[in-house]
């Protein structure tokens, strides 16, 4: 059974930054596309950031230049360094694994998520 795990999050204040990483274990399928996602409470999951298998990137307009997601493909692993947070970037970050589907995948098109990790920027 596939599993995936994030780590890295926690509180930093308004201008630092951190970064997320997620490991992916036991899955047997070559994945296509690796991504991260966040949550507020009432609201729905956003897309980040998304990477494929080739390096090839994406990211949502209000992240773009703060953000970068890289995957070590060796060690079944991806990062999200984020920069210049601000408190609209608080919430509950999802990395997700997407065997097939569009560029840039959409939700639905991801299979399998992580538990997530919080990641908290105060003002």
């Known amino acids: 059974q596939g599993r995936l795990v994030e780590s890295g999050g926690g509180s930093v204040q308004s201008g630092g930054s951190l970064s997320v990483s997620c490991a992916a274990s036991?899955?047997?399928?070559?994945?296509?596309?690796w991504g991260w996602f966040r949550q507020t409470p009432g609201k729905q999951r956003e897309g980040v950031a998304s990477?494929?298998?080739?390096?090839?990137?994406s990211y949502a307009g209000s992240v773009r230049g703060r953000f970068t997601i890289s995957r070590d493909n060796a060690k079944n692993a991806m990062s999200l360094q984020i920069n210049t947070l601000t408190p609209e970037d608080t919430g509950m970050y999802y990395c997700?694994?997407?065997?097939?589907?569009?560029?840039?995948?959409?939700?639905?098109?991801?299979?399998?998520w992580g538990q997530g990790t919080q990641v908290t920027v105060s003002s």
């Open positions: 997700g694994i997407a065997f097939s589907g569009p560029w840039p995948p959409t939700p639905v098109d991801y299979s399998y």
């Open positions: 036991g899955y047997s399928q070559k994945s296509y596309c």
């Open positions: 990477i494929d298998s080739n390096g090839r990137t």
